[in-house]
T-cell receptor, first 113, second 113 residues
Framework: DQQVKQNSPSLSVQEGRISILNCDYT??????FLWYKKYPAEGPTFLIS?????DKNEDGRFTVFLNKSAKHLSLHIVPSQPGDSAVYFC????????????FGTGTRLKVLA | ETGVTQSPTHLIKTRGQQVTLRCSSQ?????VSWYQQALGQGPQFIFQ???????GRGNFPPRFSGLQFPNYSSELNVNALELDDSALYLC????????????FGSGTRLTVV
């Protein structure tokens, strides 16, 4: 049972345009969400987080939106840069006890110069 | 010391053998989690240690075990290796209980033949 789903395995975007990466979850107990970026041969790097008390969090070019009723979150990257090309994972956790993060399967973003 | 360091980077073992993977976390990071990432999948939570005690476990059999030491290092042990254990094993640490996200190491690529 995949509790966190990233239904787009890959995405290509032109440099300078907006990249939108989507993530859906099924467990209504999840109330904390993270996005990680992963380059080949490296571990995932934390990008941005959002808790369920917010519907938007912004950090520079990265904005995460949370729609609790739809159990959907998205990561917007504006403007996209070639260095953003990587695999992006969303992860979700319930803020009770162990923060056991459930990861999606990832979306490979390719930003074309 | 900054960052999370894992050793070895690559390892080949035979089915039925035992393996120990090592992780050195950042000083002050009291929480360490281990994840298994199979090819094309997102990281899957194995277990988490907080101040040297296991405080959360995913859907992995008891032959997956761990230790966390006072010097912020930790180990993942896998007994009776199976072919399906071939994966990238990621160590991640956090100063608190993990809600603020984790710093990941680059992983150990384990191949079981």
């Amino acid at each position: 049972d995949q509790q966190v789903k990233q239904n787009s395995p890959s995405l290509s975007v032109q440099e300078g345009r907006i990249s939108i990466l989507n993530c859906d979850y099924t467990n209504s107990m999840f109330d904390y969400f993270l996005w990680y970026k992963k380059y080949p041969a490296e571990g995932p790097t934390f990008l941005i987080s959002i808790s369920s008390i917010k519907d938007k969090n912004e950090d520079g070019r990265f904005t995460v939106f949370l729609n609790k009723s739809a159990k959907h979150l998205s990561l917007h990257i504006v403007p996209s840069q070639p260095g953003d090309s990587a695999v992006y994972f969303c992860a979700a956790s319930a803020s009770s006890g162990t923060y056991k993060y459930i990861f999606g399967t990832g979306t490979r973003l390719k930003v074309l110069a | 010391e900054t960052g999370v360091t894992q050793s070895p980077t690559h390892l080949i073992k035979t089915r039925g053998q035992q393996v120990t993977l090592r992780c050195s976390s950042q000083s002050g990071h009291n929480t360490v989690s281990w994840y298994q990432q199979a090819l094309g999948q997102g990281p899957q939570f194995i277990f988490q240690y907080y101040r040297e005690e296991e405080n959360g476990r995913g859907n992995f059999p008891p032959r997956f075990s761990g230790l966390q030491f006072p010097n912020y290092s930790s180990e993942l042990n896998v007994n009776a290796l199976e072919l399906d254990d071939s994966a990238l094993y990621l160590c991640a640490s956090s100063p608190g209980q993990g809600i603020e996200g984790y710093t990941f190491g680059s992983g150990t690529r384990l191949t079981v033949v």
